[in-house]
């Protein structure tokens, strides 16, 4: 099973960003956790702040992989593009978010990935990925 997480603008700077609400471990610390963990899953990991990559990262994961793990970050609230690619493509997809967007400002709200995700995992830290490979493997 071929899994990759995409991650979306200032998930970067998971760590040191705003640690009361996103946590103070950085992405590639809890990545080798991950692959550590699911060492019988082909896991694949990808980051960019810019919309035009993530759209390129989802049309070429199609073809690649069997699941991907998407949290689309601010553009998550704004993105019609990212919502079209993830409508475009066969890959399911399933939507992530470490903080409980339903608890914060009411722009986080609205979501263009969720209508055409396979399911949403919100609000479990850094958790919420470990949830979204096990809807994936099914254990
Ligand atoms: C986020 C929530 C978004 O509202 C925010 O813009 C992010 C991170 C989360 O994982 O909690 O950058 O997607």
Not at 58 to 69: E, M, T, V
Not at 70 to 85: C, E, P, Q, W
Not at 87 to 98: D, N, R, S, Y
Request: aromatic fraction near 12%.
């Amino acid at each position: 099973m071929k899994i990759i997480i995409i991650n979306g603008p200032n998930l970067n700077l998971l760590g040191t960003r705003e640690p009361e609400t996103y946590g103070n471990k950085s992405f590639e610390d809890y990545f080798a956790d991950l692959q550590f963990k699911f060492r019988e899953v082909e896991l694949s990991y990808f980051q960019s702040n810019i919309e035009g990559e993530l759209i390129d990262q989802l049309q070429q994961a199609n073809k690649d992989f069997d699941g991907i793990i998407l949290n689309a970050a601010a553009y998550t609230h704004t993105s019609v593009g990212i919502g079209d690619a993830i409508k475009a493509i066969e890959t399911p997809v399933v939507e992530v978010h470490i903080s409980n967007t339903f608890s914060r400002e009411s722009f986080r709200h609205t979501s263009y990935v969720s209508p055409n995700a396979k399911g949403v995992i919100i609000g479990f830290g850094l958790q919420s990925y470990d949830l979204a490979i096990h809807s994936f493997i099914g254990e």
